[in-house]
């Protein structure tokens, strides 16, 4: 399989090119842009396969830049990496579409890993957001709304999942986990999708009230 | 020492002047009465006496707010009043006349005099004691209220004062031509100095929230400077060591979290994931291998709870030594009354079932420590594969 074309959205100029110097060989990096609106442009134009986003940029955030991208170009595949790990940034980029979150102190061979993993279509998570999104499902659904048709799954992780999500917090790799649960990789990287699907559908309002309830950063 | 005299409020018929003696004098007030009531009767001496005492003497409550007066305006204007009128009465008895003309208005000036200078003058230049706490929650609009009815009065009264005497001199119709003319001055002068005393004032409010702004800004350029700063010059400094200038960094970024999230390490560290993070940060300044924290639910910490944290602080510093430099990963989770950590490194790993003489601590101070709190340790290593311990207390402990 070729190397995934690569866009590396970010404010800092510093933290852009280090990405690049790191990721060399490993992926092939096409374009990079410091605003919405410069990312809104050079996506469209260079038509990656990943882009690495950042959640705040300096005239909006990660999820505009998933809002404007998406409808035109529904290939490109978004993966936030932040040192801003506010639950509901983290939680509002997730659910405008990217398919994982991870760090920015992220281990180079790691940040390949994953940019490889959502461009295969995967989900990455990294510990910081599967404890985010345990602390999110804890506790019982909410009941359904009676304006929409319910849908129960849609609002609580299963006990695999759990487990899953629970390995991830503790530091296991996808191949860790499936050895551990004795179920295969593939298996555990369905789980993952899942809980993102679950993540970015639910109606639960821990997800969409987070920011003024919790107040977690990191 | 006997108390001193004081008004008695509670237990007094009038002003509680005899209530007030027959206590200092530590008798029963009656007696007290039957005197006072004799000498006013008798001669007359005894109202005087009485209403200069009534103002002279502090009450109860005056007492107890140290000097702020709380008798009414009222009370006061007609205490003075009426002791101005009984002096002027003693001297028109004695012979010496004194005019109707000068009579009433001096008893009003009295009765205004005194409102005004125990209200403003006589209290402003007594250092004011800070107000008692927990007696008045609230003293100050109060006492500011009190104040301003008390000086209106005391002015109401000076006026009054004046037009009785102007009544009396027959002068008043003279008179009104002057208060009439002083008064449309007045307005005119209050309508070319109200912009100016606006915007006095708008720009004084402008004053006060540009001199807030500027303290957050010293207060935050304080805090930089003592953290950011200070370790950007550290980690300048220390540029030949990666793993210092490293540890440094993330040293940095944990505090400087913590203050952004508004958690102060007094309050959080009874709490189970600010306790765990402020252990973490302790083996991470000292072992110099980063560890991370993932904390979900918290709660408060117990014994128990206390017992776990010291126990993964201790799996932690295990980590940190023998995981050779790989990071730890720390995953925390309170719900349902219960407590699970878990401490993870991705170091070489030992043969669980022959623990090496080096690792009695983990023995000693995890596992044990753990059983003896009601808990429960288990360690999960092989070679190759990195060391897990687990910690649970409470549930399925």
Same mark, same amino acid.
């Given at each position: 399989?070729? $190397?995934?074309?690569?866009?590396?959205?970010?404010?800092?100029?510093?933290?852009?090119?280090? =990405?690049?110097? @790191?990721?060399?060989?490993?992926? %092939?990096?096409?374009?990079?842009?410091?605003? *919405? @609106?410069?990312?809104?442009?050079?996506?469209?134009?260079?038509?990656?396969? *990943?882009?690495?986003?950042?959640?705040?940029?300096? %005239?909006?955030?990660?999820?505009?830049?998933?809002?404007? *991208?998406?409808? @035109?170009?529904?290939? =490109?595949? #978004?993966?936030?990496?932040?040192?801003?790990?506010?639950?509901?940034?983290?939680?509002?980029?997730?659910?405008?579409?990217?398919?994982?979150? *991870?760090?920015?102190?992220?281990?180079? %061979?790691?940040?390949? %890993? $994953?940019?490889?993993?959502?461009?295969?279509?995967?989900?990455? #998570?990294?510990?910081?957001?599967?404890?985010?999104?345990?602390?999110? #499902?804890?506790?019982?659904?909410?009941?359904?709304?009676?304006? @929409?048709?319910p849908d129960p799954d849609l609002e609580q992780l299963t006990a695999r999942e759990r487990e899953v999500l629970q390995h991830l917090a503790r530091g296991y790799l996808y191949k860790e986990i499936a050895h551990r649960l004795g179920i295969s990789t593939k298996t555990v990287e369905a789980h993952v999708s899942a809980v993102l699907r679950k993540l970015q559908l639910s109606n639960r309002h821990e997800l969409s009230r987070w920011a003024t309830t919790r107040r977690l950063v990191d | 020492m006997r108390a001193p005299l004081r008004r008695d409020g509670a237990r007094g018929v009038l002003g509680g002047v005899c209530a007030g003696i027959a206590r200092r004098l530590g008798i029963d007030p009656l007696p007290v009465r039957v005197v006072a009531l004799v000498l006013a009767v008798a001669g007359g001496i005894g109202v005087?006496?009485?209403?200069?005492?009534?103002?002279?003497?502090?009450?109860?409550?005056?007492?107890?707010?140290?000097?702020?007066?709380?008798?009414?305006? +009222?009370?006061?204007?007609?205490?003075v009043g009426l002791l101005a009128i009984a002096a002027l009465l003693a001297l028109r008895g004695m012979g010496l006349w004194i005019s109707d003309a000068i009579t009433w208005p001096l008893a009003l000036v009295a009765g205004g005099i005194a409102l005004l200078w125990r209200g403003g003058i006589l209290e402003r230049s007594q250092p004011l004691p800070a107000p008692p706490p927990v007696d008045d929650e609230q003293p100050e609009p109060a006492e500011r209220v009190a104040n301003v009815s008390r000086q209106g009065l005391g002015a109401a009264l000076f006026i009054a004062a004046g037009l009785v005497f102007l009544q009396a001199t027959g002068s008043l119709s003279a008179a009104r031509d002057v208060v009439l003319a002083a008064i449309v001055v007045a307005?005119?002068?209050?309508?070319?100095?109200? &912009?100016?005393?606006?915007?006095?004032?708008?720009?004084?409010? !402008?004053?006060?929230?540009?001199?807030?702004?500027? /303290?957050e800004r010293a207060e935050l350029a304080a805090h930089l400077h003592d953290s950011v700063l200070q370790t950007l010059a550290l980690m300048q400094k220390r540029a030949d060591d990666p793993r210092e200038v490293a540890a440094l960094a993330r040293a940095q970024e944990r505090?400087?979290?913590?203050?952004?999230?508004?958690?102060? &390490?007094?309050?959080?560290?009874?709490?189970?994931?600010?306790?765990?993070?402020?252990?973490?940060?302790?083996?991470?300044?000292?072992?110099? +291998?980063?560890?991370? +924290?993932?904390? !979900?639910?918290?709660?408060?910490?117990?014994?128990?709870?206390?017992?776990?944290?010291?126990?993964?602080?201790?799996?932690?510093?295990?980590?940190?030594?023998?995981?050779?430099?790989? &990071?730890?990963?720390?995953?925390?989770?309170?719900?349902?009354?219960?407590? /699970?950590?878990?401490?993870?490194?991705?170091?070489?790993?030992?043969?669980?079932?022959? !623990?090496?003489?080096?690792?009695?601590?983990?023995?000693?101070? +995890?596992?044990?420590?753990?059983?003896?709190?009601?808990?429960?340790?288990?360690?999960?290593?092989a070679p190759g594969a990195g060391t897990e311990v687990e910690l649970v207390i409470g549930r399925d402990a």
């Open positions: 399989m070729s $190397a995934p074309r690569v866009v590396v959205v970010d404010d800092h100029a510093l933290f852009r090119s280090g =990405v690049r110097a @790191e990721l060399e060989g490993h992926v %092939d990096i096409v374009g990079d842009a410091g605003s *919405v @609106e410069e990312a809104v442009g050079v996506i469209a134009q260079a038509r990656p396969d *990943v882009v690495l986003l950042d959640v705040h940029l300096p %005239d909006g955030s990660g999820a505009e830049v998933i809002a404007r *991208v998406a409808p @035109e170009h529904p290939g =490109v595949r #978004f993966l936030a990496l932040s040192v801003s790990d506010a639950a509901e940034d983290v939680i509002a980029v997730i659910r405008a579409g990217a398919r994982g979150y *991870v760090t920015k102190s992220i281990a180079v %061979d790691e940040l390949a %890993d $994953a940019v490889h993993r959502v461009h295969e279509g995967d989900a990455v #998570f990294s510990p910081r957001l599967a404890g985010f999104v345990l602390d999110a #499902f804890a506790g019982a659904p909410p009941p359904p709304r009676v304006d @929409e048709r | 005087p006496l009485y209403l200069l005492a009534w103002a002279a003497v502090p009450g109860d409550a005056e007492a107890r707010t140290m000097g702020r007066s709380r008798r009414s305006a +009222v009370e006061i204007a007609l205490g307005i005119v002068l209050a309508l070319i100095f109200a &912009p100016w005393t606006l915007r006095m004032a708008r720009s004084l409010t !402008v004053e006060r929230a540009e001199r807030i702004r500027s /303290q505090e400087l979290r913590a203050w952004l999230a508004g958690r102060t &390490p007094a309050e959080g560290e009874r709490r189970l994931a600010p306790a765990l993070e402020a252990a973490a940060a302790d083996v991470e300044a000292t072992y110099r +291998v980063p560890v991370d +924290v993932v904390a !979900v639910g918290d709660a408060d910490l117990d014994t128990a709870g206390e017992a776990l944290v010291a126990a993964a602080r201790e799996a932690m510093v295990n980590a940190a030594k023998f995981g050779e430099g790989s &990071p730890v990963a720390v995953y925390a989770e309170a719900a349902d009354g219960g407590m /699970q950590v878990f401490v993870r490194d991705r170091g070489p790993g030992f043969d669980a079932d022959a !623990v090496p003489a080096d690792r009695r601590g983990l023995r000693e101070s +995890v596992i044990g420590r753990m059983a003896r709190h009601g808990g429960r340790a288990t360690v999960t290593s």
